[in-house]
């Protein structure tokens, strides 16, 4: 019964892997025949390269801050939400809108939103503010970062949000109502009842978003495509560019070798976590 | 000096009001760029460039719609799309409920096997694109409709197997174990006990799988060229666009965002049970 799915992954995952391990150590190319073998060369390039560092600062940098951003979001959102009220059902819904949507076409509908002279983000700031504000949110420094970070936080808060409203809602309200028996004001109430027994959805909320905002990509694409010139490439970013529009395949593929190794260790401990969580 | 304590109920009027500020400017904040979006794609272009912008199209058209969709091959991107989503849905479903049921109920390859399908799920896709692009060229797999399936099942085998998996799990065993002593087959229980209990739970997962095929982007865009492309790679076109595209633009990303936010809201009761892999029943 597992036979179709373990042959499907293995086809596109082992095989896949072990090849391009092979790819990492030769000479691979379109035009030139025979693929020489080169050991580390490859590996040396991207360590060499300082673009590779730069996109990977980059690249933990915004994860970071966003994932950052979102818990603080979600967590507000969750606290806010997670009494009854007239309406819930329809807010709710509205919330969790940006979850369902192609990360491209978040991207480009930030670009359309933000972008001069076409989209309206200037004229309404500048009415919110009440003088005339002209931003070039897409091609400048270091409003270009603000703009991914933006367009990630819109996507992702409703992830944060919705993970940690469930476990809000999983906490046992007899632990509430000792509590207001006791006299405990709202803020000790939160730190010593809600955030213990929150703590393990938490992990998990961001564990599972940081592995996602390391990957980051579409947005990049669409919104700024790396520009102005190479201040917003991320890892995945930069590789695609080496890979794909530079056709150095060897290349890039010592360089995802190298990204995979970095997060294998935080994957493995988050599989592990998922893992007790199901046989629990 | 001694501070006033707020009475109770002046407490409780001011969290009131925090919550309601909280929830409404997400609301908005969620909604404004949508909202400009869609009403951009109804805009005739002599809208596009008036200060204050325009809110609501005194004249609105669908000429966008029409120029997205046969200009821009708009149409073959939908239909690859469709096409691709359904077959990668009903793929990965299938292989993963059968994976999940044996996992659960047989334990079948213990740990390992489990922690290594889950860790499919983490893999950066720039790691194992480039490997599966180059198979693809030599496979004659590349730019093709079965190719990109076949890709997609894969991707997407790790969420429909969590899923699954949790939702078996939560399942009672006495049916199946009384089918058995019956003597139906391992199989035969599969199909006509555990499955049709299983139902809610496989939809649920069927249309997770949809979506998150719907709105791939990255394996589309390296596998893809010419003829297997699907709705989200036709944005390159659009990459450092001109104002006079600016309302296609708009009416394509409303045709593909529509469809999934529809499915989406089908699926809400499920929702963290997909975003967590099942780790959190939600």
Redesign the interface.
């Known amino acids: 019964m597992v036979a179709p799915a373990v042959l499907i992954i293995l086809a596109f995952s082992i095989y896949p892997l072990l090849f391009s391990l092979w790819v990492a150590f030769v000479n691979y190319d379109f035009q030139i025949p025979g693929h020489a073998f080169v050991g580390l060369q490859n590996f040396q390039q991207v360590i060499e390269d300082p673009l590779a560092w730069s996109s990977l600062g980059l690249t933990i940098a915004l994860s970071i801050t966003v994932v950052v951003i979102e818990f603080v979001l979600g967590l507000a959102l969750a606290l806010a939400m997670v009494k009854t009220f007239r309406g819930r059902g329809i807010v709710m819904s509205i919330l969790i809108i940006p979850l369902f949507i192609s990360p491209v076409i978040v991207g480009q509908s930030w670009a359309l939103f933000l972008q001069r002279p076409f989209g309206p983000a200037d004229y309404l700031l500048s009415q919110l503010l009440g003088r005339q504000i002209q931003i070039s949110w897409v091609g400048e420094v270091p409003w270009v970062y603000f703009s991914i970070a933006l367009a990630d936080v819109w996507q992702w808060t409703p992830f944060m949000f919705v993970i940690l409203l469930a476990g809000l809602a999983a906490v046992p309200p007899h632990l509430y109502e000792a509590a207001e028996l006791d006299g405990v004001g709202a803020i000790q109430t939160f730190l010593y009842v809600t955030m213990p027994q929150l703590a393990s959805v938490m992990l998990l909320a961001v564990t599972l978003r940081l592995l996602d905002a390391v990957k980051l990509f579409d947005v990049i694409f669409m919104l700024t495509g790396g520009g102005p010139g190479t201040s917003t490439y991320t890892t995945s970013f930069y590789l695609y560019q080496i890979g794909f529009q530079q056709f150095h395949l060897s290349i890039a593929t010592a360089g995802s070798w190298l990204f995979l190794i970095l997060l294998s260790a935080v994957i493995i401990a988050l599989v592990r976590r998922l893992l007790k969580a199901e046989t629990a | 000096m001694a501070k006033a304590v707020p009475s109770l109920s002046a407490?409780s009027a001011r969290?009131g009001l925090?919550?309601v500020l909280?929830?409404g400017l997400?609301?908005i904040?969620?909604?404004?760029?949508?909202y400009?979006?869609v009403i951009?794609s109804i805009k005739p272009s002599s809208d596009?460039?008036t200060?204050?912008?325009v809110w609501f199209p005194a004249k609105p058209t669908i000429v966008h719609y029409t120029a997205a969709l046969f200009s821009y091959r708009g149409l073959q991107g939908l239909t690859n799309s469709l096409i691709i989503a359904s077959a990668a849905t009903v793929l990965s479903t299938?292989?993963?409920t059968?994976?999940a049921?044996?996992?659960a109920r047989f334990n079948?390859?213990g740990?390992h096997?489990?922690?290594?399908?889950?860790?499919?799920r983490?893999?950066?896709?720039?790691?194992?694109v480039?490997?599966?692009f180059?198979?693809f060229r030599t496979w004659g797999l590349y730019d093709t409709l079965t190719g990109l399936i076949?890709?997609y099942?894969?991707?997407t085998?790790p969420l429909s197997?969590?899923m699954m998996?949790?939702y078996f799990?939560q399942l009672p065993k006495s049916l199946e174990e009384a089918a058995w002593v019956d003597g139906l087959s391992?199989w035969q229980t599969?199909w006509m006990v555990a499955t049709p209990l299983a139902a809610p739970g496989v939809a649920a997962a069927a249309v997770f799988v949809f979506?998150a095929v719907?709105?791939?982007?990255?394996f589309a865009?390296?596998l893809t060229s010419r003829h297997a492309f699907t709705l989200?790679t036709i944005?390159r076109a659009?990459?450092?666009f001109q104002?006079a595209q600016?309302g296609e633009?708009?009416a394509l990303?409303t045709t593909?965002?529509a469809p999934?936010?529809v499915?989406?809201?089908l699926v809400?009761r499920h929702?963290?049970r997909g975003?967590?892999?099942?780790?959190?029943?939600?």
């Open positions: 407490r969290a925090a919550r909280t929830i997400f609301v904040f969620v909604l404004v760029p949508l400009w979006v951009t596009y460039l200060t204050p912008p299938l292989m993963g059968m994976m049921y044996s996992l079948t390859g740990r096997l489990s922690l290594w399908v889950l860790s499919q983490f893999l950066p896709p720039v790691a194992i480039l490997p599966i180059l198979l076949l890709a099942t894969f991707m085998l197997v969590w998996f949790a799990q391992r599969f979506i719907w709105t791939e982007f990255f865009l390296i989200p944005f659009f990459l450092g104002g600016y633009a708009c990303a593909s965002l999934s936010i499915l989406g809201m809400q929702l963290v975003l967590t892999l099942g780790a959190i029943r939600g």
